[in-house]
């Protein structure tokens, strides 16, 4: 094997494993996006508090292994004649013998699959949320609402006149 194949396999086998790592990852991400919902639902703040660290973590793991992917695939692109400035996984697919082609393109293909569900459940996540977010809100206006100051008697100690209903016991007294 000459030294551009060996260069060659040698940055595919890193790419390819490292895509494979950042499935895994995404589908670690799409499981607890799954369990937020469901601790959305419950509304179990401190359950939701877990979650979130978990998330930022997988994030975390995600951007680093991102960081490492297009290194790794400049790396290849470059050595395969591709576009290394931003690199494509199609496109080094492309450039590659059919069967490393494929691969890169299955795995492309899963990744954007994944990019999109996470998508979809965020979406989904933030609705539940929103709506949660406006019945807490709701809720407070209802009890400012009943804490404002509505008084019969005003601080001149006069009569009010108009006084809201409910503020009499009884018609009697």
């Not at 209802?142 to 008697?153: C, F, P, S």
Request: aromatic share 4%; proline share 2%.
């Amino acid at each position: 094997m000459d030294q551009f194949a060996t260069q060659a396999d040698k940055h595919y086998k890193q790419l390819t494993n490292c895509i494979d790592e950042i499935i895994k990852i995404y589908t670690l991400l799409i499981e607890t996006l799954h369990n937020e919902r469901d601790i959305l639902v419950s509304t179990d703040i401190e359950k939701l508090n877990e979650v979130n660290q978990a998330k930022e973590t997988i994030l975390m793991k995600l951007a680093t292994l991102e960081n490492i992917r297009v290194k790794i695939a400049k790396e290849l692109a470059q050595v395969i004649g591709a576009n290394f400035e931003v690199p494509r996984l199609l496109e080094i697919a492309a450039k590659l013998p059919p069967a490393f082609g494929t691969k890169l393109r299955d795995q492309h293909a899963v990744l954007d699959l994944q990019v999109r569900r996470v998508n979809e459940i965020n979406r989904d996540n933030e609705e539940l949320v929103r709506s949660a977010l406006t019945h807490v809100q709701g809720a407070m206006n209802a009890i400012r609402d009943t804490l404002v100051d509505n008084k019969t008697y005003k601080k001149d100690s006069a009569i009010n006149k108009n006084p809201k209903s409910g503020r009499l016991v009884s018609r009697e007294a």
